[in-house]
Structure formats: structure tokens, C-alpha cells
Nanobody, 129 residues
Framework: QVTLVMSGGGFVQAGGSLRLSCTASGRAVSDYIVSWFRQAPEKEGTFVREFVAGIGWSGGGTYYADSVKGRFTISRDNTQNTVYLQMNSLKPEDTAVYYC??????????????????WGQGTQVTVSS
């Protein structure tokens, strides 16, 4: 059983940057595919979480939503048991609660939130115009 603890997030003006961290405990993060999802304010109260970025268990494969390509970078440091999401050139439409999520590395990669069994606690990212 893995527990994911998130840090980072906050308030930033449009064009700014933030970095989110997702640290695993209980199991090695290298045992998991990890992705980031977000839930926009108008979708709170539902389980509609939008895929943002994902990374294979070894870091060899990365995947991005079209809306964040070229602005966000996902990376992982298995020695630190941590996955990162570097967010640059932030836009007001990036405002959301962000979550990291994990699924066993033996599963096929998926952008569907329902495929992920382990979730971080969520962190708010607010981008002002």
C-alpha cells in the first residue's frame, strides 16, 4: 500500500511558475506509474478529474494533455521517491485542485482517472489574470 503526499501549489499571477511534488511512502515510487490530474472549480462535487501529465515507472515515457504541452514538465526522482510537476507560463484556466495519482507499473498507461487506485490529498493552484 502506497501513500502519496503532495506539496507545492499556491497562488501565482499569469505567466508565473509553480512546482508540485508528490512523495510516496510505504512503497517505492518506482513500483508505480504516476500521473497528475486536476479538478476545476466548476467541476467540484463531481469526480471529473482532467488528465494533465503522466510518467512511466522508469521515467522513460512521459505523456501530456494538449492544454499543457510545452508549459508543464513531469519528472521523477526514484531515489527521492518523488514525482514532480513543473508548471511554467501558467494561465488562469490552469486554476484547479491538482492531484497526483499512482497505479502499479504493470498496468498499461492510462489517462483515465478511474484507472488509478492511489491518490494524493490534492493541492490548490490559483492563477490570477
Amino acid at each position: 500500500q502506497v501513500t502519496l503526499v503532495m506539496s507545492g501549489g499556491g497562488f501565482v499571477q499569469a505567466g508565473g511558475s509553480l512546482r508540485l511534488s508528490c512523495t510516496a511512502s510505504g512503497r517505492a515510487v518506482s513500483d508505480y506509474i504516476v500521473s497528475w490530474f486536476r479538478q476545476a472549480p466548476e467541476k467540484e462535487g463531481t469526480f471529473v478529474r482532467e488528465f494533465v501529465a503522466g510518467i512511466g515507472w522508469s521515467g522513460g515515457g512521459t505523456y501530456y494533455a494538449d492544454s499543457v504541452k510545452g508549459r508543464f514538465t513531469i519528472s521523477r526522482d526514484n531515489t527521492q521517491n518523488t514525482v514532480y510537476l513543473q508548471m511554467n507560463s501558467l494561465k488562469p484556466e490552469d486554476t484547479a485542485v491538482y492531484y497526483c495519482a499512482a497505479v502499479t507499473r504493470f498496468a498499461p498507461f492510462s489517462t483515465d482517472a478511474a484507472s488509478y487506485g492511489y491518490w494524493g490529498q490534492g493541492t490548490q493552484v490559483t492563477v490570477s489574470s
